[in-house]
């Protein structure tokens, strides 16, 4: 495999962003997902169980020193920090709010830029605050791919704007384009 | 960037050991304080740490995170009276460790709880932390007023019998809890990482303090925690935080799964 994860950052419109994009991967799509969804403190993990219901991959919760896996996706638990460390596993911290929010996108960007360096793809889907703008950026200069969802696709343009303002994205797409992509590049040896 | 060796050499200067916590947190942190500081490279850093001893214990005050609430996971408080009281009233007299206790804002909610069930005259609460400056903040016990209206509802969610508001005086800006209510906190300074146990308890809280460290940390800390609780001990955990990952796994029986609560084997 060409790149070895896959991190998304999403914010308000996500939910249905994230049914879009996670229900046209296949079963056999092996590269795992990471994602930060920004989401109230005390939410509890029902909307992870609705969203695997949707999907063809295992979606499931990020647990603290949990080995990441190929063929699932993560979501990072309610009002935790996700990083990836070294080694491949996560840590989850409670550290202050990083751009208001907790998770944050560029807290788990700038980690997962650290441990995969040019084999990580960074994807920016809506939103409306700029979290993921300084993840996205780091992602691009330690040698990964970049993606962010076209705009004027995006339930909340605020978020892929503020990505694409800041780092020259190497994809521009809609949900359903990203999806192809990804399947493209999953392919890939 | 590697930052094994400023680690390394922070603590055979000052002798406090943050090589087996969680790399990319320490990163973080790491990265935080070189921007906020003007300073350029790991080594500019590493060297600054050593000849400065104001900028090392801003460093110190950096990795110790101190993020807290009263009555925090309200569930956690809820299933802690209905399922570990009923055990504790079974004692004459009841010692408490509260490892990491931070500003000590939980430490407070364990002394509110237990004096509503009757249990706060027999015990001792043991609150500790490696932060000095933590640690006083907690032994003043003033708090930000902005913050009770949360921790009113997270009171009453877990199930608190008064009125919150009869635990504090409000002074302007700020609250000041009761002093009863310190009566029984023994605050005091304690490593987990270099320190050994202290006395033998009956409950440990320790809730988000072990998702920072590596699993040969998490597992020496688990170590000592066992050592330290009588058998049929109770061990409290942060909603993310498990033993299943680490040695001692099977010498705890589940009293609330979801809640993180353990009960030592006897």
């Known amino acids: 495999m060409r790149f070895e994860a896959i991190v998304v950052g999403v914010s308000s419109g996500g939910m249905n962003a994230m049914k879009v994009m996670f229900s046209h991967l296949p079963k056999d799509f092996k590269t795992p997902v990471i994602v930060v969804q920004h989401i109230g403190a005390h939410t509890d993990g029902h909307w992870i169980r609705l969203l695997n219901d949707k999907s063809n991959l295992t979606v499931k919760e990020a647990d603290e020193k949990e080995r990441i ?32 929010s907790r998770p944050s996108i560029d807290v788990l960007f700038e980690s997962a830029a650290e441990a995969y360096s040019n084999k990580l793809i960074g994807i920016i889907l809506t939103g409306s605050n700029h979290d993921g703008t300084k993840g996205v950026k780091r992602v691009k200069e330690c040698g990964g791919l970049t993606i962010i ?25 809609s949900l359903e384009a990203i999806a192809e992509l990804l399947i493209e590049l999953d392919k890939q040896i | 960037m ?6 390394e050499a922070f603590f055979q200067k000052y002798s406090y050991d943050f090589r087996h916590y969680s790399e990319a947190h320490i990163r973080r942190r790491i990265i935080n304080r070189m921007n906020v500081s003007g300073l350029e490279s790991i080594d500019q850093m590493q060297s600054r740490l050593l000849t400065d001893e104001v900028f090392a214990s801003e460093f110190l005050q950096d990795l110790s995170i101190t993020v807290t609430e009263m009555f925090r996971d309200p569930g956690f408080y809820r299933s802690f ?3 570990v009281i009923p055990i504790l009233k079974t004692y004459p007299f009841l010692k408490i460790w509260h490892a990491g206790c931070a500003t000590g804002e939980e430490a407070y909610s364990v002394a509110i709880l237990l004096q509503e069930e009757g249990l706060y005259d027999r015990t001792t609460i043991y609150a500790t932390d490696f932060n000095q400056h933590g640690l006083s903040q907690a032994e003043e016990g003033i708090f930000p007023s902005k913050m009770m209206k949360d921790y009113t509802a997270n009171y009453q ?29 023994v605050w005091a300074n304690h490593n987990l990482v270099t320190d050994s146990v202290f006395a033998e308890v009956h409950v440990i809280f320790c809730r988000n303090v072990l998702i920072y460290f590596d699993n040969i940390l998490q597992n020496k800390v688990q170590r000592l925690f066992h050592d330290s609780l009588i058998n049929g001990g109770i061990l409290c955990l942060g909603s993310k935080e498990g033993i299943r990952f680490t040695e001692l796994f099977d010498r705890y029986t589940e009293l609330d799964k979801k809640q993180r609560i353990f009960k030592k084997r006897y």
């Open chain 1, 149 to 173: 969802q076209n705009p004027e696709t995006a339930e909340s343009a605020y978020m892929p704007k503020s990505a694409i303002a800041a780092s020259k994205p190497d994809h521009v797409l």
């Open chain 2, 2 to 7: 590697e930052i094994t060796p400023l680690l």
């Open chain 2, 157 to 185: 969610l877990s199930g608190g019998k008064e009125s919150f508001s009869d635990y504090y005086t409000s002074n302007y800006d700020s609250v000041i809890m009761n002093k009863s209510l310190k009566r029984n906190i």
């Open chain 1, 69 to 100: 896996e190929s063929g699932k996706v993560y979501i990072a638990p309610a009002n935790y920090h996700l990083l990836i460390e070294k080694d491949k596993t996560f840590s989850l911290t409670i550290g202050e709010r990083v751009n208001y």
């Open chain 2, 81 to 83: 009276r209905e399922k």
